[in-house]
Nanobody, 122 residues
Framework: VQLVESGGGLVQAGGSLRLSCVASGSIFNLNGMGWYRQAPGKERELVAIISTGGIRLYGDSVKGRFIISRDNANTLTLQMNSLKSEDTGMYYC??????????????????WGQGTQVTVSS
């Protein structure tokens, strides 16, 4: 499985960005998909996860501002609104065979993209 992210960039605080992730390869057994991010000097943190059934999980810091959606079996989007400087970081797409969204992104067998940089200027 290959994951390719796009849509990152530089935006002013209060602005919006939309990230996309396209999966290819053996995607027939993918279940949970989502986004993590990592800022310089910080640990990677959960942003949002979505199951094949549409169940969503958001990190506390993005609730009410970010929306995760899944258009079909292989396309994932993250709409980011009201961006803050603390949202700056590398955003990674993740996909897993795991059906439990609480466990997406924690297994060594999960698939990861190369990341897309989001920079929010204050």
């Amino acid at each position: 499985v290959q994951l390719v992210e796009s849509g990152g960039g530089l935006v002013q605080a209060g602005g919006s960005l939309r990230l996309s992730c396209v999966a290819s390869g053996s995607i027939f057994n993918l279940n949970g998909m989502g986004w993590y991010r990592q800022a310089p000097g910080k640990e990677r943190e959960l942003v949002a996860i979505i199951s094949t059934g549409g169940i969503r999980l958001y990190g506390d810091s993005v609730k009410g501002r970010f929306i995760i959606s899944r258009d079909n079996a292989n396309t994932l989007t993250l709409q980011m609104n009201s961006l803050k400087s603390e949202d700056t970081g590398m955003y990674y797409c993740v996909a897993a065979q795991e059906k439990n969204i609480l466990r997406v992104g924690v297994k060594s067998s999960d698939y990861w993209g190369q990341g897309t940089q989001v920079t929010v200027s204050s």
